[in-house]
């Protein structure tokens, strides 16, 4: 049961074929079935779902409210006096939170929760300027300095209340708070365009917000504006303006060379993979080749020099962001919540351009790994930052003066629907193994699914297939990289279906009730690094199915820093009670290793129970 693979293989380009077609076609392979369709019923995650209403979004809601000042920041801008308390950027906190609570209506309607949304869009509707402007901290410290420095993030806070305003409208159908958006919007491209002023937003996130917009009201300005946003990078506007700090190199901004000459991911993390995310949101759109082309090299860069085995990526705390390649300390490392969550927006619009599996496997791992350690299992306590080794002294927090990965989490949570199911014109893409229900349609035709599985503790999966009328149509089930060995069935009767780009494609007339079973072989995997990655050489990783796991002192409190894996070791697995992991299902896994037992627990679960030391990478004993 023991296979040691290479994490970090070299991985060769693959260059989206985008098809022509009218400018604002949807190139797009795949579109994803919304998570508002998608109806979970897992073992694994509904936990985590009713976790997330229950206590997180609580907790955010009171420290937005009550522990901090940022709801009253909009209060106070509505009445032009007052304080600004907290950050410039921390309106984009409370859009973040707003658009969890339409992620959490949309999947479950619950009125005090609506009513608590509109009583917090009448304070932001109140707060924006007669022009569309809304920005709190300049409303209240001198609008007169508004547009004047790149990195005030007004275009990243604009683009957070879009986002927050498109999942409100889609919940509830309200438009009070699309209509400030679209206004802020208006207002943003009568300062700036091509007929207007030049300019860099210092963290993006208005690029694929505009595309939201875009697609929310067939508005082809909101598109076209995100497009010009992108290419306003790399010739140097980022220095427009009187008063710009440039405390901050080029790169740090994304900003050294245009979007589409870029091949190396530079600076901060959270800030490139939005960038990357309005790119593939343009290009999807647009058809863009050399936007296509860019993310493809991109990918690359990341993927095999720049990225941790959790998915999670930023070496350093210096910059938030990105050092050199194969730099990945294990103690230092920075691996944001955000950039985690970054790389599953990023991966999940990869997939849905090519339908090639190897970006699944990714959103896959930042999933599991880097994202879902960012919140504690009681569901009330997160980190920013996410190293792969700890010295006992790091633990999730209540809340953060900068709180961009509590409010993050608390709208990707409810959103994890999304990651599920694909479709093309005739074909069902399975990309993640999670229970749940959903209808598509295929050929026009409604086709009910349902899936039930284990995973990811197993890789038994059944789907079953609903239908008034049999169809040919085909169902494609992303193999993991991960997984060496599958076995498919199509109504108990074995099938050979080899993998092409990370799936299998089941071509068929399916008919009511026909069923699929796919059993995804999950041996315990140890994990060497590329040998280029220093600090990870003589050391190995424990991995099985798509969860990386740790030693935590807690389980192995005798000689931790000298505990060991050997060539020989033999791994067994062992169920934890969940009852004592506050009702989530977990599987521990025990290394016999020369002669001593060590206890490893999923990496996204650790920091859970008493503070100790912690690592994902353990020394190989030495011959
Ligand atoms: O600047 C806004 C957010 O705060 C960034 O995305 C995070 O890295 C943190 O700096
Ligand atoms: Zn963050």
């Not at 309106?91 to 707003?98: E, F, G, I, R």
């Not at 920075?334 to 496997?361: H, I, P």
């Not at 990707?412 to 893409?429: Q, R």
Request: charged letters at 25%.
């Amino acid at each position: 049961m023991r296979k040691v693979h290479l994490f970090l293989l070299g991985l060769s380009l693959t260059l989206f074929s985008c098809s022509g077609g009218q400018e604002t076609q949807n190139m797009k392979m795949m579109t994803p079935v919304s998570f508002a369709d998608v109806t979970i019923d897992d073992a694994f995650w509904t936990p985590r779902l009713l976790i997330h209403k229950d206590v997180t979004l609580p907790v955010c809601i009171d420290q937005i409210e009550n522990q901090t000042g940022r709801i009253r920041n909009f209060e106070n801008a509505a009445k032009g006096e007052g304080e600004h308390s907290g950050i410039y950027f921390d309106d984009s906190d409370v859009y973040k939170a707003l658009e969890g609570m339409a992620y959490s209506l949309q999947i479950e309607p619950d009125p005090e929760l609506e009513a608590k949304c509109d009583e917090w869009i009448d304070k932001f509707a109140a707060a924006q300027q007669p022009d569309g402007y809304l920005n709190t901290f300049f409303t209240l410290t001198g609008l007169e300095n508004r547009w004047d420095n790149m990195d005030k993030h007004e275009m990243y806070c604009a683009g957070h209340m879009t986002e927050a305003a498109v999942a409100y409208y889609k919940a509830t159908g309200k438009r009070k708070l699309l209509d400030v958006a679209i206004r802020f919007a208006d207002h943003m491209m009568s300062v700036f365009g091509p007929e207007g002023r030049h300019w860099v937003p210092g963290h993006e996130e208005i690029e694929l917000a505009m595309v939201k917009l875009y697609e929310v009201t067939s508005e082809k300005k909101y598109l076209d504006f995100a497009g010009w946003l992108l290419d306003q990078r790399g010739h140097g506007y980022g220095t427009y303006g009187k008063k710009i700090d440039r405390d901050w190199p080029e790169v740090y901004y994304q900003d050294e060379v245009p979007v589409r000459e870029l091949s190396r991911i530079t600076g901060h993390a959270v800030r490139s993979m939005y960038l990357y995310c309005g790119m593939a949101d343009v290009a999807a759109y647009t058809g863009d080749k050399e936007l296509t082309a860019a993310l493809d090299r991109l990918w690359d860069h990341v993927v095999n020099r720049n990225m941790y085995i959790t998915g999670g990526i930023g070496q350093s705390s210096h910059n938030e962001g990105i050092t050199e390649d194969y730099d990945l300390p294990n103690l230092t490392a920075y691996c944001e919540t955000c950039a985690s969550v970054g790389m599953v927006l990023w991966n999940w619009r990869m997939l849905q351009f090519t339908g090639d599996g190897k970006y699944g496997d990714v959103m896959e791992r930042s999933l599991y790994n880097g994202a879902l350690a960012g919140i504690s299992l009681k569901g009330d306590r997160f980190f920013y930052v996410n190293p792969l080794e700890s010295e006992g002294n790091h633990h999730r927090q209540a809340w953060y003066g900068c709180a961009c990965c509590p409010s993050q989490i608390c709208r990707f949570l409810p959103s994890v629907g999304n990651y599920v199911y694909g479709t093309s014109e005739d074909a069902l893409w399975v990309n993640l193994y999670m229970g749940s229900e959903t209808t598509v349609k295929l050929r026009g035709k409604d086709v009910r699914v349902k899936q039930e599985t284990t995973y990811p503790w197993d890789g038994y999966v059944k789907m079953t297939l609903g239908m008034d009328k049999p169809l040919k149509a085909e169902v494609r089930l992303r193999i993991p990289a991960w997984c060496k060995d599958y076995t498919v069935t199509v109504n108990g009767e074995a099938v050979t279906a080899p993998v092409r780009n990370g799936y299998v494609a089941l071509p068929k007339k399916w008919a009511d009730g026909d069923q699929v079973e796919l059993v995804l072989s999950m041996p315990v995997e140890e994990v060497t690094a590329d040998p280029r990655v220093k600090e990870d050489v003589g050391k190995r990783a424990v991995q099985r199915g798509p969860i990386v796991y740790c030693l935590e002192e807690v389980d192995n409190p005798e000689g931790f820093d000298s505990l060991r894996l050997t060539e020989d070791a033999q791994f067994g697995l062992n169920e934890l009670n969940k009852r004592q992991w506050w009702g989530h299902p977990l599987m521990e896994i025990k290394a016999h290793a020369g002669g001593k037992t060590l206890t490893f627990i999923p990496y996204f679960a650790w920091d859970n129970r008493e503070a100790g030391k912690m690592k994902v990478w353990i020394p190989l004993e030495e011959k």
